[in-house]
């Protein structure tokens, strides 16, 4: 019997473990992962970017937690020698028509409480001598950093302060009563007073075999990167970003320097018929059958067609990923980049076809279900996680006295 159990072997699971043992020494503490390593899937397969929270709706937890998320996780890697670097983006608007969202970008960023500086043309290319844009926003507390690396490390601080790990353990079936919830999963069955779920890509089926039932579902999107050559990484210094197409819920192919020094181009948006599908012919019935026999998508797909056909054109024609980047950087040629990894994005979608903007937390019996956890997650993951430990009740041990 464990006092707390969390699902999820990703940056938000090991997060908030962390912040659960923080908060409750004595108490006893689990994870479980499917996978047979930690960051298997959405964590370790990002952009690496420490965001600073710039695009979220002021006052949304998505806001809140990624500006305080992005200060907190600088001050982790500080602490543990996690190699990063705050290095800055710029966001450019490359003609005239893209100067008044950029504007509210901008508006957005001081109401978000961040120090984002107004670029001229000039300025812009102080920064980025290759982009071509007319203005220009710099959002200064950006950066990057490796996000295997900081799940690593809380698995190692979570073991040394006597916290138990299981990888390899799917969960297979969850019962919750008034007292207890008991999982079921492919090494054994776990008893827990309390359950936290950060199944990423797979939380919507978890909060299922709770018998908890939503008009909520996870959609999964694959993002596809492309990399520049090294010898041409000369023409990005740091970090890239379009405005985004406020019609569209992504922030649309971007320039990033990984922390190995390497350009990423991307990621694009497209339906993925597999929750862990990684090339582009991925396909699994039950994941497809999930997303093609769901309502919610048809009513999102029919309201985003324009922009998602878009995003299937630059997934299989690299000639259109790669105009996309030359409206940002036009040196870069199709014969500079070359085909890198891919992730996917755990997205939760309503049955009304509205994509769940926020994050997003659902209870049950004895337990919490983090069924919407996308982008801005793994930056904002410490300060998910104290979030969680927050709801989540305390379990007083009682101490007999040998006098």
């Keep these: 019997m464990y006092d707390y159990l969390v699902i999820g072997g990703g940056i938000v699971g090991l997060s908030t473990a962390l912040s659960i043992q923080k ?56 602490e543990n020698g996690i190699a990063h670097e705050v290095c800055g983006k ?9 100067k ?20 001229t043309k000039e300025s812009l290319l102080d920064i980025e001598p290759h982009v ?33 790990l299981f990888s390899g353990t799917k969960v297979t079936n969850i019962e919750e009563d008034k007292d207890e919830a ?47 050559k090294k010898e041409k990484s000369y023409l990005v210094k740091n970090l890239i970003y379009p405005v985004p197409n406020p019609d569209f819920p992504f922030l649309g192919v971007h320039l990033t320097r990984m922390m ?16 862990e599908g990684y090339r582009k012919l991925s396909f699994n019935a039950k994941d497809a059958f999930d997303v093609l026999g769901f309502e919610g998508f048809w009513k999102m797909a029919g309201g985003n067609l324009k922009e998602g056909l878009k995003e299937m054109g630059r997934s299989f024609h690299k000639k259109s990923f790669v105009r996309s980047l030359q409206r940002l950087v036009p040196e870069i040629q199709e014969q500079d980049v070359v085909p890198t990894h891919s992730g996917v994005r755990a997205q939760a979608l309503l049955k009304n076809g509205q994509l769940v903007d926020d994050f997003f937390i659902i209870p049950g019996k004895r337990s919490l279900h983090v069924c919407n956890a996308p982008s801005p997650a793994a930056t904002a993951s410490l300060e998910i996680g104290d979030a969680i430990a927050g709801k989540v009740p305390s379990f007083t041990r009682k101490t007999i006295s040998l006098s």
């Design 23 to 78: 908060r409750y020494p004595h108490a006893t503490l689990a994870v479980v992962e499917k996978e047979n390593k930690w960051a298997s899937h959405q964590t370790g397969r990002n952009s690496g970017v420490i965001h600073s929270g710039i695009y979220y709706k002021p006052g949304s937890l998505k806001a809140t937690l990624a500006k305080l998320g992005s200060e907190s996780m600088v001050r982790f890697c500080q």
């Design 90 to 98: 710029v966001i450019v608007a490359v003609d005239d028509t893209e």
């Design 100 to 119: 008044a969202n950029l504007n509210h970008l901008y508006e957005r960023g001081i109401e978000n409480g961040l120090q984002v500086q107004k670029l």
């Design 132 to 164: 071509k844009g007319v203005e220009g926003i710099r959002v200064p507390s950006t950066g990057i950093v490796d996000y295997q690396k900081v799940t690593k490390k809380l698995a190692e601080i979570l073991e040394y302060q006597g916290a138990h």
């Design 182 to 228: 008991i999982i079921d999963t492919t090494m054994g069955t776990f008893k827990s007073r309390y359950l936290i779920n950060c199944a990423g890509l797979h939380s919507d089926r978890m909060a299922r075999l709770a018998n908890i039932y939503t008009d909520l579902k996870i959609v999964p999107f694959r993002g596809e990167y492309f990399e520049l």
């Design 260 to 275: 190995d020094g390497t350009i990423h181009a991307g990621p694009n948006a497209v339906l993925s018929l597999k929750r």
